[in-house]
């Protein structure tokens, strides 16, 4: 697998090359790593490397969680309630970035990681 992944982006960096646009290593190499964990976590790949600029959502959103975090420590009952809510009530009250995450790219294809 991490043969495979390594083949792709090297094609990625190929590809972006030939088109005469530069390449971000940066986030390409932080896609890398995170497609291959998140398919042996996640038995699904996040697919940061098929960005057109290798872009993480997953950390995106874990950055905007963790800055919320002053939040959970202020009001802590607020949170309480949020996680005891039915997800599609949760989602549209409280549009915490890393539930919308877990819905959209995590759920469905991996049950019982909540």
């Known amino acids: 697998m991490v043969k495979k992944k390594t083949d792709f982006l090297l094609h990625r960096f190929s590809e972006i090359s030939a088109a005469g646009k530069p390449v971000n290593i940066f986030n390409a190499t932080k896609a890398f790593p995170m497609d291959i964990i998140s398919q042996i976590i996640f038995g699904k790949e996040l697919k940061c490397m098929e960005d057109p600029n290798f872009r993480n ?14 939040l959970a420590s202020a009001f802590p009952n607020v949170f309480k309630f949020f996680f005891s809510m ?9 549009p915490i970035p890393l539930h919308e995450f877990k819905k959209v790219r995590i759920r469905g294809s991996v049950s019982g990681l909540r």
Not at 57 to 70: A, C, K, R, S, V
Not at 86 to 94: C, E, M, S, V
């Open 86 to 94: 039915p997800d599609w009530i949760a989602t549209r009250l409280f």
């Open 57 to 70: 959502q997953f950390i995106e959103f874990l950055h905007t969680t963790f800055n919320m975090g002053w």
